[in-house]
């Protein structure tokens, strides 16, 4: 090595230390606006990636790809209701579901609506279904008694 190089190598060596590629438009991964927005349409229950990536361009001028808007989500744990449910342990998903019923003693929520009051409450997304079948469980009386079958028939007598 006579040419007067060192032998040691570098130790970090980063091609691209600014972290500007060909995604000009895409925000960085701490953009705490990202996640502001992604937390805002889980609210809005809006879970599809192709939906939110559309949202982020007409709302607020951010261009960010789906793959982008989905791997985003997951490093912020942020999923639908179908995975969420299947992560929680059975007793925290029961007992979201008996606060809201016990919020309700005149028994006339369905499963939609409690579903809908336990993501507003908690941020939490179950499905309608896990609600459904724990509502039948708990209170099956309560369930029967709300049947909308009844209402219906009702409804139509009165309109003839």
């Known amino acids: ?56 361009l007409s709302e607020h001028g951010i261009k960010m790809s789906e793959s982008s808007v989905a791997r985003r989500r997951r490093s912020l744990g942020i999923y639908a209701s179908g995975v969420t449910t299947r992560q929680l342990p059975d007793n925290v998903k029961r007992q979201l579901v ?22 507003r409450e908690t941020g939490i997304h179950l499905t309608r279904d896990y609600i459904r079948n724990e509502m039948l469980v708990q209170d099956p009386l309560g369930f029967t008694s709300r049947d909308t079958s009844l209402k219906r028939t009702q409804q139509e007598s009165i309109l003839q």
Do not use: W
């Open 98 to 119: 008996l606060n809201q019923m016990a919020k309700d003693p005149t028994k006339k929520l369905g499963p939609r609506m409690i579903k809908q009051l336990i993501a």
């Open 1 to 56: 090595m006579d040419s007067g190089e060192s032998s040691q190598t570098p130790k970090s060596h980063v091609r691209n230390p600014e972290g500007k590629n060909q995604h000009k438009d895409c925000p960085p991964k701490n953009d705490p606006r990202i996640t502001q927005f992604l937390y805002e349409y889980q609210r809005r229950e809006i879970f599809d990636k192709r939906e939110i990536s559309r949202l982020l």
